[in-house]
Nanobody
């Protein structure tokens, strides 16, 4: 059974930083593009960052230059380093395997969603 477990969220002031982690089942991790998505109430879940198995990254314009996605294939873990956080980054953040080309702003993902991790940025 595929499992995706996100952690690392919290409450931070604007301008602060957080590092999110996502532990994924080993069977799905090594050959797939992994993505971080975020969702605010009433809106769809959007891809904000993605990383291929080879390490190529892609970001939504809204987070480019502030967020950095990375992966540790030995640990089956993908990370999202978030710097210079803004109140508009407040959302629940999820990870998943990206379906098809990792286009920021899309919502397609391969597996059932985990519980996500809440990020709240205060002004």
């Amino acid at each position: 059974q595929v499992q995706l477990v996100e952690s690392g969220g919290g409450l931070v002031q604007a301008g602060g930083s957080l590092r999110l982690s996502c532990a994924a089942s080993g069977s799905i991790f090594r050959i797939n593009t992994m993505g971080w998505y975020r969702q605010v109430p009433g809106k769809q879940r959007d891809l904000v960052a993605a990383i291929t198995s080879g390490g190529t990254t892609n970001y939504a314009d809204s987070v480019k230059g502030r967020f950095s996605i990375s992966r540790d294939n030995a640990k089956n873990t993908v990370y999202l380093q978030m710097n210079s956080l803004k109140p508009e980054d407040t959302a629940v953040y999820y990870c998943n395997v990206v379906v098809g080309i990792p286009i920021p702003g899309t919502s397609r993902a391969r597996y059932d969603w985990g519980q996500g991790t809440q990020v709240t940025v205060s002004s």
